[in-house]
């Protein structure tokens, strides 16, 4: 189900408690979680302290992140079952890594 762009403007102004709150009934629901792509992999955001793998509820706002040096990436969803299972790849190193539901602020 995509979501309109009313549904995004409203979500984009929940605070960070409320887009927690979404993210998890989202992933719930839908048993996925969506990731930005690239030919490397999962994309990261890098700080002094550390690398984290951002993670979004829906496509719609993972695609949204796909701007500047991330224009060529693509979202993807990742399957809660095929993400939990033995032998995923980085699976369980990326969990302790996320930082959950990046949103851009808008100039106003």
């Not at 994309?43 to 302290?49: I, K, T």
């Not at 060529?72 to 079952?81: F, G, H, N, V, Y």
């Given at each position: 189900?995509?979501?309109?762009?009313?549904?995004?403007?409203?979500?984009?102004?929940?605070?960070?408690?409320?887009?927690?709150?979404?993210?998890?009934?989202?992933?719930?629901?839908?048993?996925?979680?969506?990731?930005?792509?690239?030919?490397?992999?999962?994309?990261?955001?890098?700080?002094?302290?550390?690398?984290?793998?951002?993670?979004?509820?829906?496509?719609?706002?993972?695609?949204?992140?796909?701007?500047?040096?991330?224009?060529?990436?693509?979202?993807?969803?990742?399957?809660?079952?095929?993400?939990t299972q033995a032998g995923h790849k980085g699976w369980k190193r990326m969990m302790s890594l996320l930082r959950y539901f990046r949103i851009k602020m808008k100039k106003v």
């Amino acid at each position: 189900m995509s979501l309109s762009q009313d549904n995004i403007d409203k979500i984009e102004r929940y605070t960070p408690e409320e887009r927690l709150r979404y993210l998890v009934k989202e992933v719930v629901s839908h048993k996925q979680i969506w990731i930005l792509t690239d030919e490397d992999g999962c994309v990261m955001l890098n700080s002094e302290d550390e690398d984290c793998a951002p993670v979004w509820p829906n496509q719609e706002f993972a695609q949204s992140w796909a701007t500047g040096e991330w224009q060529d990436c693509e979202p993807k969803a990742i399957s809660l079952k095929s993400g939990t299972q033995a032998g995923h790849k980085g699976w369980k190193r990326m969990m302790s890594l996320l930082r959950y539901f990046r949103i851009k602020m808008k100039k106003v």
